[in-house]
């Protein structure tokens, strides 16, 4: 319990917590196609598998003192990589509603669980990228001014 307590001690929201947000929204929104698209056309397996990739491979990363700094970047890079995915694999989808041209009727009769894993998806890649930007610094990372004595 103790190990538990030290592992939450410390966290910044927008270096952990959010992007702890983006983690559960990529898993969700992978969950979603999984649940939404399998056995149609418009499923690929890829497609699933990157933004569920993505959640792992930021619990994994977090997980270790050595590997927490590239947590935030390695489910960036891996939950965009799963929302061009999904967008190759439902373009088809798009073209039929949107056939007739982008018009206000066309968007209200859209899929209500495609706009959702779309907004979780987007959503998951712009908040790990806030993460991102919150890396802890290291004294590689730091520039130091030298002050000159004259």
Known sequence: ???????????????????????ILALVS???YQITYFGT??????????????????????????????ASLAMGVLIFVGLLLFIRYVYMYL?????????????SHMD???ILIFLFELSAVIISNIGIYNLPKTEKNTITKETSHE
């Open 30 to 32: 992978s969950l979603l």
């Open 41 to 70: 056309s418009y499923y690929n397996i890829i497609a699933f598998l990157f933004p569920l990739l993505s959640g792992v491979s930021f619990l994994v990363l977090i997980a270790f003192s050595k590997t927490e700094r590239f």
């Open 1 to 23: 319990m103790q190990r538990i307590k030290t592992f939450f001690q410390g966290r910044s929201i927008l270096g952990f917590y959010l992007p702890a947000l983006a983690m």
């Open 95 to 107: 073209s039929t509603v949107f056939y007739d041209g982008i018009s206000f009727d066309a968007i």
């Open 112 to 114: 209500s669980r495609f």
